[in-house]
Structure formats: C-alpha cells, structure tokens
C-alpha cells in the first residue's frame, strides 16, 4: 500500500473505485446529479495530471454527455436550480480543457446563458438560487461568476466581453451585498425581502468564489480578486478556523458529529478543489500544507483497503465510514489537489 505522501498513486486507486459505482447507461453515478458533475470533473482534474491516463476517461465523458439529461430528465443539463445548471457547466468547462472538444465548451456556454436568465434579483444584482425566485443563494451565484469568468478565459477574443462583464459584475455584487462577512467566511445566501445576508458558512461556499478569483485574474491581470480571495483561504484555513478541528482537517458542521447526508456529503470537496486553483495562481505554503495534512490525513484516518480496493469514507478525520460514491469522489478532489500543488 502506498504511504500517505504518494498523492498521485493514492489519488489512482482512489480513481479506480469510484469508477465502480458508475452507471454508464445512466451516465451517472447512483442517480445523484449535481454531486455526479462533481465526479466527473474530479476525473478530469486527475487526468489533467497523469499523462497516460489523460484518454482513460474519454468515452466516460461521451457517455455522460449523452445519457445523463435524458436518464434524469435535465435536457441540456437544465433544470430548476442554477446551482446545479452551474457545477455542470464548470464540469463541462473543466473537461473542454482535457480534451479541446468544443461540444464541450459549446454545452458550458448554454448553461451559462441560461443561468444568466436569474440576474433579475430584488436586490441591485445577482441570481436566483432556483427558477421558483424564492431564495438568493451565495453558491449559484459564485459558481455564476467562475462560469462566466471561465467561458472569458476560453471563447474567441471577439466573443469574450459580455461573459467577463457578466463575471465582474457577479463580482461586485457578491461583495457588495455582505454575503462575505467581517471575519472573511462567505454565508450561505441573502434573503430577497431584506436583501441582508443569511445563513451559516459551509465549506462550499469558500470555496468555489477561489475558483472565481483565479479565474477573474487570468481574464483582467487584477490581482484584487486574489486579495479578496486569499482572505477568504487564509480564514478557513487558519489555526481554530470554525471550518477545521484542531489538527487543521476540514469540517462542516455534520463532519463534527459524523452526520453528514445527502448534498452535505459533497460540500468539503470543492473548497479543496478551488484552494488548489487559487494556489496555481498565488501560491502560499499555509495552502499548500492545508491540502497536504488533509490528503494524508485521508490515508491515515479515514481508509480501509479491502482485496486491494482503496474505500474512503466521509470523514477525512476519521473514524472510517462507509464509503460510497461522494465520499470518493471528494477525496479524489483532495488527493490531486495535493498532487497538483506539490508537483
């Protein structure tokens, strides 16, 4: 068995068994649909990193993108949430760049348009967290800002402005509007009859507007949204962060009590997912350390390997728990998120 520094090889085994639990007549895995766009975006971070399996994940791409929208009912991967529009439309974005296929840009660009559809807030700007305009959701709206800013960063010259404005916009909104509050943690939402910021702070939410910083910069050079962003990194990852025991392991609030379920099981894997974008643009040794001491501790606390299978459970402090498909799929995003940074 690998030792828990060997990310690239851990990161592999862990590939492989999340494989199992995927439906290819489906096209996705165990039903789940947002956390599904989470998965296979995992497997193009991966593949991005090891040459020889860069083609590996090829025809899984294929078959989602055909048999998911009409397996799960979502043609064109739309449906009435513009959260769960937006992780597939980063998903999407995230596979064009593994395989320079433009039916994958092409699908990333619907999605945005339609997402774009929910800037009619009450509240001078932003998107609905869902069509039925009955909450203002800080996650829709960060993933509608690394979406915009991402499709920016990849369209033709020509075509480029109205998705940057359209991600700056969503910018300046989100930090307007005090969804990023005085200790530097994004809460959960805004409610549309004040138009004040609601809700407790998950790690999700920290981490998918890192992703959009990064993005943002590579579209303008402003280093501000890296400012801004790094502020938000350093408080979660910080010594008696609300977001990590005392060992610097992240934890949501159901971590603590090993009740996660349902979405709450994915949300750890794209703050670590997006720390990694943010070290690829301004690096930072606290960062770094942050994702390595949680990988090994993955390996360390929260592993069983069973006829050579590599199960991790949800709790990246342990104790095991059953593994299933999100808990692999977020330790797949927290493994080659070490990889990445250390390489």
Not at 14 to 41: F, H, K, P
Not at 86 to 99: H, K, Q, S, V
Not at 260 to 274: A, I, R, T
């Amino acid at each position: 068995m690998a030792d828990a520094t060997s990310y690239e090889q851990n990161a592999l085994c862990t590939c492989d068994q999340l494989m199992r639990s995927y439906n290819t007549t489906t096209g996705v895995w165990d039903n789940m649909w947002w956390e599904s766009a989470n998965m296979i975006s995992a497997l193009a971070d991966y593949s991005a990193l090891n040459a020889d399996y860069k083609p590996i994940y090829y025809s899984t791409f294929a078959t989602t993108f055909n048999n998911a929208p009409i397996s799960q009912g979502y043609p064109n991967f739309l449906n009435e949430y513009y959260d769960d529009e937006g992780w597939w439309g980063l998903a999407w974005l995230n596979i064009y760049d593994l395989t320079n296929d433009s039916d994958y840009l092409n699908q990333a660009i619907l999605i945005f348009n339609d997402m774009k559809g929910g800037w009619t807030t009450p509240c001078g700007g932003g998107i609905w967290w869902e069509k039925d305009k009955s909450y203002i959701a800080s996650i829709a709206n960060a993933l509608y800002i690394q979406l915009g800013a991402g499709l920016a960063n990849r369209v033709s010259a020509d075509q480029r402005q109205p998705y940057l404005d359209a991600a700056m916009a969503g910018w300046d909104w989100f930090f307007n509007i005090g969804v990023v509050n005085s200790d530097h943690f994004v809460v959960d939402g805004v409610d549309y009859t004040t138009c004040k910021p609601t809700g407790i702070i998950y790690s999700y939410n920290q981490g998918v507007i890192l992703g959009a910083a990064a993005e943002l910069y590579h579209a303008t050079g402003n280093s501000t949204y890296l400012d801004l962003a790094a502020n938000i990194a350093n408080a979660v990852t910080a010594n008696g962060s609300p977001l990590t025991n005392s060992n610097g392991i992240l934890m949501d609030s159901c971590d603590r009590t090993t009740s996660c379920s349902d979405s709450g099981e994915e949300f750890k894997g794209p703050f670590v997912k997006n720390l990694r974008k943010l070290q690829l643009a301004r690096g930072n040794t606290q960062w770094v350390q942050f994702l390595e001491t949680n990988a090994q501790s993955i390996w360390n606390n929260d592993l069983q390997i069973t006829n050579g299978d590599c199960l991790v459970g949800l709790y990246w402090a342990g104790p095991y728990s059953t593994a299933d498909s999100i808990s692999q799929g977020i330790a797949l995003d927290c493994l080659a998120a070490a990889f990445a940074v250390t390489t």
